[in-house]
């Protein structure tokens, strides 16, 4: 009995380095994930993060692609049309279109609030603050800090986007 134990017990380890290795124990595509660094940030994100490939909202009379409700950006593939949103622990107030705000160098929502969705060829930001101050703001250049999906990210400690520039592939990222 001890030996039939040991061999299912064995069976059970090989079983379970296969899927893990197979990439089968990884996050389905379209589920949230949990980001422990996110997580940590002076904007209290709950650590949930999604990849957003449909997501449209309408703000101030413009519909364009946005994080779901309660989700701030923290990265974007343009090209493919995919945020990379991670979701706040609280929110202050509606989200709100910014058509022409800059700080840093590029279109920025008003220092204080992050970017909740964005509409390129208009040049307009979807901008929403969070429940809890924003504390400091860098730029992340190009080629910029990548995920594993690939695309430009803000870098890791919990920051979300705050403003863009496009054509130069540079990030206003706000804690």
Same mark, same amino acid.
């Given at each position: 009995?001890?030996?039939?134990?040991?061999? +299912?017990?064995?069976?059970?380890?090989?079983?379970?380095?296969?899927? &893990?290795?197979?990439?089968?124990?990884?996050?389905?595509?379209?589920?949230?994930?949990?980001?422990?660094?996110? !997580?940590?940030?002076?904007?209290?994100?709950?650590?949930?993060? &999604? =990849? $957003?490939?449909?997501?449209?909202?309408?703000?101030?009379?413009?519909?364009?692609?946005?994080?779901?409700? #309660? =989700? %701030?950006?923290?990265?974007?593939?343009?090209?493919? $049309?995919?945020?990379?949103?991670?979701?706040?622990?609280?929110?202050? #107030?509606?989200?709100? *279109?910014?058509?022409?705000?800059?700080?840093?160098?590029?279109?920025?929502?008003? =220092?204080?609030?992050?970017? +909740?969705? @964005?509409? +390129?060829?208009? $040049?307009? @930001? %979807?901008?929403?603050?969070?429940?809890?101050?924003?504390?400091?703001?860098?730029?992340? #250049?190009?080629? #910029?800090?990548? $995920?594993?999906?690939?695309?430009?990210?803000?870098? !890791?400690?919990?920051? !979300?986007?705050?403003? *863009?520039?496009?054509?130069?592939?540079?990030?206003?990222?706000?804690?």
């Amino acid at each position: 009995m001890k030996r039939v134990f040991e061999a +299912v017990s064995s069976a059970a380890v090989v079983l379970t380095a296969i899927t &893990v290795l197979a990439g089968c124990g990884a996050a389905p595509e379209g589920e949230e994930e949990f980001d422990v660094e996110v !997580a940590k940030s002076s904007l209290t994100f709950t650590g949930s993060v &999604v =990849y $957003d490939a449909g997501t449209r909202c309408t703000v101030g009379g413009s519909t364009m692609h946005c994080c779901p409700t #309660g =989700y %701030a950006m923290i990265g974007a593939h343009l090209s493919n $049309d995919v945020f990379k949103c991670a979701q706040l622990s609280s929110t202050s #107030g509606s989200r709100f *279109i910014n058509t022409g705000g800059r700080r840093n160098g590029m279109h920025a929502c008003p =220092y204080g609030s992050v970017m +909740v969705g @964005l509409h +390129v060829s208009n $040049d307009y @930001l %979807a901008c929403q603050y969070p429940g809890t101050s924003v504390v400091s703001e860098y730029v992340d #250049g190009d080629p #910029g800090t990548k $995920d594993s999906y690939p695309m430009h990210v803000c870098g !890791a400690g919990g920051y !979300a986007m705050s403003g *863009i520039h496009v054509s130069n592939n540079l990030f206003t990222c706000a804690k």
